[in-house]
């Protein structure tokens, strides 16, 4: 295995094995609110610094992009690890078990490796560029499904931002009328992952951030998939809309949900104001 991958898998299955010792202990944990419908946990926090640590401690020059440390480290356009430690908070506080751990690790821009780890079911799904992806050292190939029927797709709603609702179900409408369903599951690391493994036929949500999609774009690319914009573009880290499947079904997915696509989705800023380029403490 590759070396950036081979810590890459260390630290996810470190901040698994935290976030799994937390499960029975899930009442007696400090949770926030971050903005509407958006929580976080002191697991969270620690799982970022388990990850933090094990990458840095191999590779103290890189800089990190974490969902909550924010960016820090090295200018734009080294080599960037993107982290979340725990996608699907919501569905962890609850005991929904429906969560994973995602890294990412970015060159110039371009995605180059990608752990998700699924603590629960103890899945490791890996990719590095060129090589292919795998989950427990299995290739993964997307599904052939080539038309609606039949299909089983994922999504995401957007509930922290609801200002898109009424392109996003119009798309779900549209998109629901021949398929045999889609499910909206929580974690859209691990969604992304279930398309590379042939799970799901495709998926698509409105308004992520890059640590949510990061490993799983690279997973999908490297299992035969597409991964664009709403557009058929490459601005998803952008724009933090995604649309993938395999190539056949993602053209009919794209010319369904394209009359639903505003000029309001087109455009959105790569972070937050939270996510700047300060260090932060506790994250050194």
Not at 13 to 35: E, F
Not at 56 to 79: D, I, Q, T, V, W
Not at 108 to 125: H, T
Not at 146 to 157: E, I, P, V
Request: hydrophobic share 40%; with cysteine.
């Amino acid at each position: 295995m590759d070396p950036m991958l081979t810590i890459a898998v260390r630290a996810a299955r470190a901040a698994g094995d935290l976030i799994v010792r937390y499960t029975d202990r899930i009442d007696s944990l400090t949770i926030s609110s971050k903005g509407r419908n958006d929580f976080v946990s002191e697991v969270d926090r620690q799982a970022e610094l388990e990850i933090v640590n094990v990458l840095r401690k191999a590779y103290p020059s890189h800089a990190f992009l974490a969902e909550e440390g924010g960016r820090h480290g090295l200018p734009k356009g080294e080599f960037t690890w993107v982290i979340d430690p725990l996608d699907g908070t919501t569905n962890f506080l609850h005991g929904f078990p429906h969560f994973a751990v995602s890294i990412a690790l970015l060159h110039k821009g371009r995605i180059e490796c990608g752990v998700i780890y699924d603590p629960m079911r103890q899945e490791l799904f890996t990719a590095k560029r060129g090589a292919g992806a795998t989950l427990q050292s299995r290739r993964l190939r997307v599904t052939p499904q080539k038309t609606f029927k039949g299909a089983l797709l994922g999504t995401g709603f957007p509930f922290k931002d609801q200002r898109h609702n009424d392109a996003y179900f119009g798309m779900f409408r549209e998109l629901m009328k021949d398929t045999a369903g889609i499910r909206r599951a929580g974690s859209a690391a691990l969604d992304l992952a279930w398309v590379a493994c042939g799970r799901l036929d495709g998926f698509w949500e409105i308004g992520l951030m890059p640590w949510d999609m990061a490993a799983g774009v690279l997973l999908i690319l490297e299992a035969g998939g597409i991964v664009t914009d709403f557009e058929g573009g490459d601005k998803f880290l952008e724009t933090g809309n995604i649309l993938t499947a395999n190539p056949r079904l993602h053209v009919l997915m794209e010319e369904t949900i394209r009359p639903h696509v505003t000029d309001a989705l087109r455009h959105r800023p790569l972070l937050s104001e939270k996510h700047d380029e300060k260090d932060r403490p506790g994250q050194q």
